[in-house]
């Protein structure tokens, strides 16, 4: 008789996190490790917003098997200032590296008011939430950012010639969490895929073709197009920004010296900002303060009654509770290469080792 396999789709997020733990520390990652890894990709699942979420997990577990990102990193400290502090990555997944960051960035915090810290020699990190989001739950607002390789015009160019570099905040709230997470491309590399998978058009301001024209079709800016930076020069001077903060004071690798540089992993770079909100006032004060605020830009007339005004955060909190009442809904494919992981790394319906019948 087959042996019963996680049931991926409608199961809770606690349960999805469970399973990721066993299947990244089956693929030879330490448990203390692991658990930062699988919150990310929880965390990153929990805001439905249909990529850079547990649909790229069995990516992460291919590279660890393969050895193209380190299983058992050294992620250390290479300079230690006062409220500032530089980490070498040492070729990790880019969400252990970006965690343990933040992690060095809440101690400066507490020790100073504010804390920032920058890591090398990291990957692709999914997306700035979980980390902006973890300073929020230690009642902090966090700042976090990563560079990538080469994805973007300058908006002058058609070359690829900087990454669409994402960052993202979070802070404390009245009624939810405020999260704000984007890449400073009109849209990133996973939101062009989407599009292009449903058939859907894109507006020409989102990207290039091969030619260096403006076009409306996704494929065409995958195929060797080129997206383009969100309002022109100001997606491009945060992304000129991000870069700065992560590469140029981490001293890692800048702009196209990720593909030239590369060893193992990526060679990204990411940043993270804390700041203690109990140094300026109590956090109960604060979150009133936000809920003031939300209340206050919500009063204004709508152009369209259908089309609320949403304040960053608030969409993704609506989504993580509707999860919460009905579970994770993934695509079929996914779910296929998950089991198909669970199989090969014998993690049974509990994110335990299956049960072998005699």
């Not at 789709?9 to 490790?33: N, T």
């Not at 070729?91 to 960035?105: D, I, K, N, S, V």
């Not at 390789?149 to 939810?176: L, V, Y």
Request: charged residues 25%; hydrophobic residues 40%; glycine residues 10%.
């Amino acid at each position: 008789m087959a042996e019963d396999r996680p049931v991926f789709s409608g199961m809770s997020l606690s349960h999805l996190e469970r399973v990721l733990v066993r299947l990244l520390v089956g693929i030879g990652m330490r448990q203390k490790d692991a658990r930062p890894v699988a919150w990310a990709y929880t965390v990153m699942t929990g805001r439905a917003i249909g990529h850079h979420d547990v649909s790229g997990f069995p990516g992460l577990l291919s590279r660890l098997e393969k050895g193209t990102l380190a299983a058992r990193p050294n992620i250390r400290v290479v300079k230690d200032s006062a409220a500032v502090a530089v980490l070498d990555g040492d070729g990790a997944p880019g969400p252990l590296a970006a965690y343990r960051t933040m992690e060095c960035a809440l101690r400066k915090a507490r020790s100073y008011g504010v804390g920032f810290a920058c890591v090398r020699n990291s990957s692709h990190f999914l997306g700035a939430a979980p980390y902006a989001l973890l300073a929020a739950q230690h009642g902090m607002i966090g700042i976090a950012a990563s560079n990538t390789i080469p994805t973007m015009g300058t908006g002058a160019s058609a070359d690829r010639a900087i990454g669409n570099n994402p960052w993202g905040f979070s802070a404390p709230g009245e009624n939810f969490p405020f999260l704000f997470d984007i890449c400073n491309a009109y849209a990133s590399y996973g939101k062009l895929h989407q599009y292009a998978a449903a058939g859907w058009k894109i507006p020409d301001c989102w990207g290039l073709d091969r030619r260096g024209k403006p076009t409306t079709d996704p494929k065409e800016v995958l195929d060797k197009g080129v997206p383009l930076p969100v309002a022109g020069h100001k997606g491009f001077g945060i992304s000129v920004l991000v870069e700065l903060l992560t590469a140029a004071l981490s001293g890692g690798a800048l702009t196209d010296e990720i593909l030239e540089n590369s060893r193992r992993g990526d060679n990204f770079s990411q940043a993270a900002l804390a700041l203690d909100i109990r140094r300026f006032l109590p956090v109960r004060r604060f979150r009133l303060k936000a809920g003031e605020m939300e209340r206050r830009l919500k009063a204004h007339p709508l152009l369209d009654e259908d089309n609320p005004t949403l304040l960053p955060g608030e969409r993704s909190f609506r989504a993580l509770q509707r999860i919460k009442e009905q579970g994770v809904a993934l695509s079929e494919s996914t779910v296929i290469r998950l089991n198909e992981w669970c199989r090969k790394l014998n993690i049974g319906p509990e994110g335990c080792p299956a049960r072998k019948e005699r």
